[in-house]
């Protein structure tokens, strides 16, 4: 299972079991067990990335994106995804039951909050905020909304991370004091917006 299918069907799982089942009628069961939209928020390397294995999902499908650059919009359209206008019409949507924030850094927190005071469910790139004290405001929202609010650490499901994983708890080298894992950036990352303090908002 790639990462952004395995980070999707948990949630989509987690999803499923907030209501129990044998307490819904038919029409209930059939919407709690259809495939969950996702739209996606910023359609740059990630959203793109996102986007090709949603369409390949058969747990979640893709309704739209929304990028704050217009050229971006247009390459969504030319793949045959529709792209909404505004950030406020992917969240006025009601068919959209889950977005993935896939923008630099600095937006996750705001966008965040946007979509969950929009009743969203939340799949958010990592790293997930700015500070800490974003990413507990990001949760408590989350709780006090009721939705779930996941982040995309995908490296944790990865094959080398899950058998060191399962190597440290089973101690299979004896007491372990120090592990560290390293992934390096490739075709110019870290670049970008990723070398300004505040992130950008700019439209390159
Ligand atoms: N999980 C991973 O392995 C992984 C890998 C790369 C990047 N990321 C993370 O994904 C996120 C996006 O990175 P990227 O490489 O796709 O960056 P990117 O620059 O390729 O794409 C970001 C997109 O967001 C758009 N955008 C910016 N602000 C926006 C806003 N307010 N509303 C809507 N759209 C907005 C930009 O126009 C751009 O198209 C970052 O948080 C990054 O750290 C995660």
Request: hydrophobic fraction near 40%.
């Amino acid at each position: 299972m790639n990462a952004t299918a395995g980070g999707l069907k948990k949630a989509c799982l987690q999803l499923r079991k907030l209501r129990t089942i044998h307490h819904m009628g038919i029409r209930e069961r059939k919407f709690i067990m259809a495939k969950k939209n996702v739209a996606i928020i910023g359609y740059g390397g990630m959203g793109g990335w996102h986007a090709s294995y949603i369409q390949k999902s058969d747990v979640v499908q893709l309704v739209g994106i929304y990028d704050i650059n217009p050229a971006r919009c247009e390459a969504a359209v030319s793949h045959g995804i529709h792209a909404y206008p505004s950030l406020e019409a992917l969240l006025a949507d009601p068919a959209v039951d889950l977005v993935v924030i896939a923008t630099p850094n600095n937006h996750h927190h705001p966008l965040a909050l946007a979509a969950l005071a929009a009743g969203k469910h939340i799949l958010c790139e990592k790293p997930v905020a700015m500070s800490s004290a974003e990413l507990s405001d990001m949760i408590e929202a989350a709780n006090k909304a009721g939705r779930i609010f996941t982040v995309h650490q995908n490296r944790r499901w990865d094959e080398d991370w899950r058998t060191v994983k399962h190597m440290y708890d089973n101690n299979t080298l004896g007491k372990t004091f120090r592990i560290e894992s390293r992934v390096h950036g490739s075709r110019g990352i870290p670049g970008d917006w990723r070398n300004q303090k505040e992130g950008s908002d700019e439209i390159k």
